[in-house]
């Protein structure tokens, strides 16, 4: 994760005014290796499940198995889609799935 983009990220709160180039740098650290624990601890889900593809389900189950990051982030994603019967044919053309909650704001965000 880039700092520039944590500092952008950090600007948006209007409690913080200034933040020294050390703080940004911990911030930035601590944000990989929170998303690699995250990364990781998913990828293990998944092969338990013999999958070789992580889904949200796999993250879903990764952050409950560990009491505290289940605390704050569990609410925040969102719910895996329910199974699918693979045995009907459904015209997917029709279907489309509504845009997640936090897609829209994360996504202008980052537009330049």
């Given at each position: 994760?880039?700092?520039?983009?944590?500092?952008?990220?950090?600007?948006?709160?209007?409690?913080?005014?200034?933040?020294?180039?050390?703080?940004?740098f911990?911030?930035?650290?601590?944000?990989?290796?929170?998303?690699?624990f995250?990364?990781?601890?998913?990828?293990?889900?998944?092969?338990?499940?013999?999958?070789?593809?992580?889904?949200?389900?796999?993250?879903?189950?990764?952050?409950?198995?560990?009491?505290?990051?289940?605390?704050?982030?569990?609410?925040?994603?969102?719910?895996?889609?329910p199974?699918s019967?693979?045995?009907?044919?459904?015209?997917?053309?029709?279907?489309?799935?509504?845009?997640?909650?936090?897609?829209?704001?994360?996504d202008a965000?980052?537009?330049?």
């Amino acid at each position: 994760i880039s700092v520039g983009r944590v500092k952008k990220i950090v600007k948006l709160d209007k409690d913080i005014s200034r933040i020294n180039s050390e703080a940004m740098f911990l911030i930035s650290s601590s944000t990989e290796l929170f998303l690699q624990f995250l990364a990781e601890r998913s990828a293990q889900v998944a092969m338990e499940k013999k999958k070789r593809t992580v889904r949200i389900g796999d993250l879903r189950e990764a952050v409950k198995r560990h009491r505290p990051t289940a605390d704050f982030l569990l609410d925040c994603l969102p719910m895996p889609p329910p199974p699918s019967d693979k045995n009907t044919h459904k015209d997917r053309s029709k279907v489309t799935a509504p845009p997640s909650f936090y897609t829209k704001s994360i996504d202008a965000f980052f537009r330049k």
